[in-house]
């Protein structure tokens, strides 16, 4: 694999100008820079990640889901090394809202390889906050599982009359995969004017796992139809990645009022699946983003505007077999999706009272999706030809929200909180057709592989025009008992639409079906263009009781969801288009989605405590702990990629400069309560210890750090099935291929020491 040469220039050109023009500016002004606060809300979310821990979090990890590790109730599906998908207690990926500096992004691929934390670089985030199975209507809409609202950060502004330039530059490396990259920001400012650059880049090779945990291989190179490449024992194949991002922002204040425009760049050449049959050969993405925050007499207005291109492409990469068909007259599998989101928002926050605020506003957003896959090979020997499949033909989907909500503090003790959002949800797609069936098969081309012109037809002749009416009700509650016991109370009703992969992939063939997957589990999947929104219905409690510095915490919140139209999969037999009469157990199948109810149970428990104050520092000891049970209410299995009993201790040491933690992870096994239906591979419990330090000066920071200090083999609960090398077109291994096999859980990452830089000027 060889990077673009050109990737990293605008970065290189950026650090060379910050550097000769910082002293410049510098000169003229040593005023600290203002922020513009623009965030113009009062609720809080139920766990923030920002300073310290931000910090600490960023060191030791590449992909900004994972930044939210220390947050009870939420774990990480694995995708790729920058792309994995938050799930919060249960749910996951388009389930949950996930907002970058406003922008609610949509996965625009077959597998969900581009998620939309993947387009932000840790090194770029400024804070996260996150919400726990209940989002207020005026975060966000179509979903049922929560939120993440990440924020780049507010606008700097020099003092009056001023200039300033102000950012920072830093890099880290990883042994484990030899994982690298380095990042820079700079903002030159006036008391009026304010320009931001950020960029970062990163790759990584394959990382080895704890242990030996399958049989040395080797798998034909995509380069040459001769060659082969080998596979060690302990190597996570498919892990590697290399991504770059950048970002220009420019913001003009006068008085009360804010604009700003961003544009955003990113560029991932490659990154690798070690749970899905392909890989992200080439992602590129552009994003215009305008803002506007004002200040009335009345309350506050915000206005933003959002464009974003993409274009994506997936093939096999160099773990899996490229070459097939006699004589290697086949190369490889080209997948690719173009997508176009455009965004309007607009929100106002009217102060009523002092203790009243009513927030009202109007969203819209139109969302175009074109996957399609150029024909491999030539007839009669390649199944993938002459035509393009087309997988989402013209896909499209627009959402019209409006809401209100009231925010009411009652006295010093109790405040409320509720809301009501609308949304019209439109989705459609064009006609479709496979690789060697069109409307109808033309003559001289084979009969009907794999069922295409079959299930082309079924689709061409539905009703592909689904309008979604959702209808969200939020309400809330918090009292504050006493100096050191608060209580919140929350019920809500949430709906989510089925998006467009959901409703409109169509074909039951396995080889195409298994290309549509966005769990990583093994499996094929295809759409059903019947599918109702679903719609939870939600409980949830929070007990905080602490001191009243909280030196001493102690947090509880049990939840309940019962998710009506719940979107599920049931096996299906491609022969006779219906139902598997009974399940297949022990190896990868096809699935159709369809609406089942289930519902979801758990609690997060959270506390900290300090240990000691001594002349060498101080001692102060975190906890978390989280259980989560989902259950499909319709077959009694549980629900898919639900985490087991886990928890984590933090031990952690400050003193003058110095931070420092000892981490214990244990996660319970995954035995029982699978999703049968899907096969999902059972998973081993494990414990993990691992080590973080870091020193800080003025403006230079140094971490280090030490991850799975004993090299544990451990299987990760969510991590899917390992199918990251091999024969990967083919569902299950036979006798006469290479497949991968089923009942491979991925492996997570040995031991790993890294390190970190980062230097303020």
């Known amino acids: 694999m060889t990077s673009r040469n050109f990737?990293?220039?605008?970065?290189?050109?950026?650090?060379?100008?910050?550097?000769?023009?910082?002293?410049?500016?510098?000169?003229?002004?040593?005023?600290?820079?203002?922020?513009?606060?623009?965030?113009?809300?009062?609720?809080?979310?139920?766990?923030?990640?920002?300073?310290?821990?931000?910090?600490?979090?960023?060191?030791?990890?590449?992909?900004?889901?994972?930044?939210?590790?220390?947050?009870?109730?939420?774990?990480?599906?694995?995708?790729?090394?920058?792309?994995?998908?938050?799930?919060i207690r249960g749910l996951a990926d388009d389930r949950i809202s996930v907002l970058v500096d406003g922008v609610d992004a949509i996965a625009s691929c077959p597998n969900h390889m581009n998620t939309p934390l993947s387009y932000i670089d840790p090194s770029s985030v400024k804070s996260l906050r996150v919400f726990k199975?209940?989002?207020?209507?005026?975060?966000?809409?179509?979903?049922?599982?929560?939120?993440?609202?990440?924020?780049?950060?507010?606008?700097?502004?020099?003092?009056?009359?001023?200039?300033?330039?102000?950012?920072?530059?830093?890099?880290?490396?990883?042994?484990?995969?030899?994982?690298?990259?380095?990042?820079?920001?700079?903002?030159?400012?006036?008391?009026?004017?304010?320009?931001?650059?950020?960029?970062?880049?990163?790759?990584?090779?394959?990382?080895?796992?704890?242990?030996?945990?399958?049989?040395?291989?080797?798998?034909?190179?995509?380069?040459?139809t001769s060659g082969?490449?080998?596979?060690?024992?302990?190597?996570?194949?498919?892990?590697?990645?290399?991504?770059?991002?950048?970002?220009?922002?420019?913001?003009?204040?006068?008085?009360?009022?804010?604009v700003q425009l961003q544009y955003s760049w990113q560029d991932i050449p490659y990154e690798l699946y070690p749970n899905q049959r392909m890989d992200m050969t080439g992602n590129t993405q552009e994003r215009y983003n305008l803002r506007y925050w004002g200040g009335f007499d009345w309350g506050n207005l915000e206005a933003q505007y959002y464009h974003e291109n993409l274009n994506h492409q997936m093939d096999f990469g160099p773990d899996k077999q490229y070459w097939y068909g006699s004589n290697n007259s086949i190369p490889g599998m080209p997948m690719y999706t173009n997508s176009n989101t455009d965004g309007v928002k607009v929100k106002g926050d009217i102060q009523l009272s002092d203790t009243s605020l009513l927030r009202t506003g109007a969203e819209y957003q139109h969302y175009y999706l074109n996957d399609y896959w150029p024909a491999s090979g030539t007839r009669p020997v390649s199944n993938m030809a002459p035509y393009t499949f087309q997988n989402i033909n013209g896909g499209l989907q627009q959402i019209s929200s409006v809401f209100t909500e009231w925010e009411k503090q009652f006295d010093p003790q109790f405040k409320?909180?509720?809301?009501?959002?609308?949304?019209?949800?439109?989705?459609?797609?064009?006609?479709?057709?496979?690789?060697?069936?069109?409307?109808?098969?033309?003559?001289?081309?084979s009969p009907d592989t794999g069922n295409q012109a079959r299930d082309a037809g079924l689709l061409n002749t539905a009703n592909r025009n689904n309008n979604f009416n959702d209808v969200d009700v939020v309400a809330t509650a918090s009292y504050k008992a006493s100096q050191h016991q608060d209580v919140e109370l929350g019920v809500s009703r949430q709906v989510r639409a089925p998006n467009l992969y959901e409703l409109y992939s169509w074909s039951s063939w396995s080889m195409a079906a298994s290309m549509n997957n966005y769990v990583g589990d093994g499996n094929g999947y295809f759409g059903?263009?019947?599918?109702?929104?679903?719609?939870?219905?939600?409980?949830?409690?929070?007990?905080?009781?602490?001191?009243?510095?909280?030196e001493w915490q102690a947090k509880a919140e049990p939840f309940y969801s019962y998710v009506e139209n719940y979107i599920d999969a049931v096996q299906w037999n491609s022969t006779t288009n219906a139902p598997q009469s009974s399940l297949v157990a022990n190896?990868?199948?096809?699935?159709?989605?369809?609406?089942?109810?289930?519902?979801?149970?758990?609690?997060?428990?959270?506390?900290?405590?300090?240990?000691?104050?001594t002349d060498f520092g101080r001692f102060t000891a975190q906890g978390l702990f989280s259980w989560t049970y989902g259950k499909n209410l319709v077959t009694g299995y549980g629900l898919y990629n639900v985490m087991p009993v886990n928890g984590k201790v933090n031990f952690t040491h400050r003193y003058g400069g110095w931070d420092n933690q000892l981490q214990f992870v244990a996660v319970a096994n995954k035995n029982n309560f699978l999703s049968v239906e899907r096969n999902e591979i059972p998973t081993p419990g494990y414990f993990l210890t691992n080590l973080k330090g870091s020193y800080s000066w003025a403006n230079v920071r140094i971490d280090a750090g030490i991850n799975n200090v004993f090299n544990t083999l451990y299987y990760q609960p969510l991590g899917g099935a390992y199918v990251g090398q091999g024969q990967t077109m083919a569902l299950n291994k036979?006798?006469?291929?290479?497949?991968?096999?089923?009942?491979?859980?991925?492996?997570?990452?040995?031991?790993?020491?890294?390190?970190a830089l980062n230097v303020k000027f």
Do not use: C
């Open 7 to 87: 990737s990293r220039k605008p970065l290189a050109l950026a650090m060379s100008f910050a550097f000769a023009a910082g002293p410049v500016w510098a000169q003229e002004s040593t005023a600290e820079p203002v922020t513009v606060d623009v965030t113009a809300t009062r609720y809080d979310a139920d766990a923030v990640v920002a300073g310290k821990e931000l910090n600490m979090q960023r060191a030791a990890n590449v992909d900004t889901a994972t930044l939210m590790t220390n947050v009870s109730g939420v774990a990480f599906q694995v995708g790729g090394a920058v792309s994995s998908i938050p799930v």
């Open 734 to 755: 036979t006798s006469t291929n290479n497949a991968p096999v089923w009942g491979t859980a991925v492996p997570g990452m040995g031991i790993s020491y890294y390190t």
């Open 416 to 445: 409320s909180l509720l809301g009501i959002r609308y949304s019209l949800v439109n989705s459609s797609t064009g006609n479709v057709h496979g690789y060697n069936t069109a409307y109808a098969p033309p003559p001289g081309v």
């Open 133 to 224: 199975s209940i989002t207020p209507v005026s975060i966000a809409g179509n979903s049922i599982g929560g939120a993440v609202v990440v924020s780049t950060g507010q606008p700097q502004f020099a003092d009056a009359g001023k200039k300033i330039v102000t950012g920072n530059v830093g890099g880290f490396y990883s042994s484990n995969g030899d994982g690298r990259g380095a990042n820079l920001s700079v903002t030159a400012a006036t008391d009026w004017l304010s320009v931001t650059y950020k960029g970062s880049t990163s790759q990584q090779n394959n990382y080895k796992a704890g242990g030996n945990f399958k049989p040395q291989s080797s798998v034909s190179n995509p380069y040459t």
């Open 587 to 613: 190896q990868f199948n096809v699935l159709r989605y369809v609406n089942q109810n289930a519902n979801l149970a758990g609690i997060d428990l959270d506390g900290q405590m300090p240990i000691a104050k």
């Open 528 to 550: 059903n263009p019947d599918l109702k929104p679903e719609t939870a219905y939600t409980a949830s409690v929070k007990y905080d009781l602490h001191t009243e510095d909280r």
């Open 228 to 258: 082969t490449i080998s596979i060690a024992q302990n190597e996570v194949a498919s892990t590697a990645y290399e991504s770059t991002n950048q970002s220009v922002a420019l913001a003009l204040k006068h008085d009360k009022h804010t």
